[in-house]
T-cell receptor, first 115, second 115 residues
């Protein structure tokens, strides 16, 4: 399978704990995005990487959130001191800048539940 | 500020019928308009996309109609099938001029196709 992969698929944690999610983009896609989707809503942009550089962060990404893409390949999203409001689906997408359209391909997501 | 407004929120059609979902955007800088299909528990899958230099794009049973002056675009699903039952999201982004390419999504339309 050469699509975007995310791990874990589901995470249940207690309020106050730290969690980390991983995203592996499609090979050779140098653009990588994180989005958050709550129930009944469309995905909302969180942050964007081009290679290893984090070029934009949404205001939704509070100080408790941090994302990295250390070697320009996989990326991690960490949430510290989780809150119940962090419960959501966290989606990763990647795109190839050489294509005519900047088509973003999404992974299956990580469903986070904060108790 | 909701930059992409999508309607209807839900839609029920009979097998073989035409499903029509509408979106309106506010930001005239947007120049890329994709539609995504999402099944429960899965990530969004890219269906079809259009740029504002054309008024219509067709791929199989799926057609996007685009009205630049009205800042509206719509998805038409011809010969709707029960397997098309899913949530559909319109989105928009600024894809040129060194942008960050982030997608702004509508709130989604839950489509149910009855057999």
């Amino acid at each position: 399978d050469t699509g975007v992969s995310q791990d874990p698929r589901h995470k249940i944690t207690k309020r106050g704990q730290n969690v980390t999610f991983r995203c592996d983009p499609i090979s050779e896609h140098n653009r990588l995005y994180w989005y958050r989707q709550t129930l009944g809503q469309g995905p909302e942009f969180l942050t964007y990487f081009q290679n290893e550089a984090q070029l934009e962060k949404s205001r939704l990404l509070s100080d408790r959130f941090s994302a990295e893409r250390p070697k320009g390949s996989f990326s991690t999203l960490e949430i510290q001191r989780t809150e119940q409001g962090d419960s959501a689906m966290y989606l990763c997408a990647s795109s190839d800048p050489d294509r005519v359209y900047n088509e973003q391909f999404f992974g299956p997501g990580t469903r986070l539940t904060v108790l | 500020q909701q930059q992409v407004k999508q309607s209807p929120q839900s839609l029920i059609v009979q097998k073989g019928g035409i499903s029509i979902i509408n979106c309106a955007y506010e930001n005239t800088a947007f120049d890329y308009f994709p539609w995504y299909q999402q099944f429960p528990g899965k990530g969004p899958a890219l269906l079809i996309a259009i740029r504002p230099d054309v008024s219509e794009k067709k791929e199989g049973r799926f057609t996007i109609s685009f009205n630049k002056s009205a800042k509206q675009f719509s998805l038409h699903i011809m010969d709707s099938q029960p397997g098309d039952s899913a949530t559909y999201f319109c989105a928009a982004s600024k894809d040129s001029g060194g942008s960050n390419y982030k997608l702004t999504f509508g709130k989604g339309t839950l489509l149910t196709v009855n057999p």
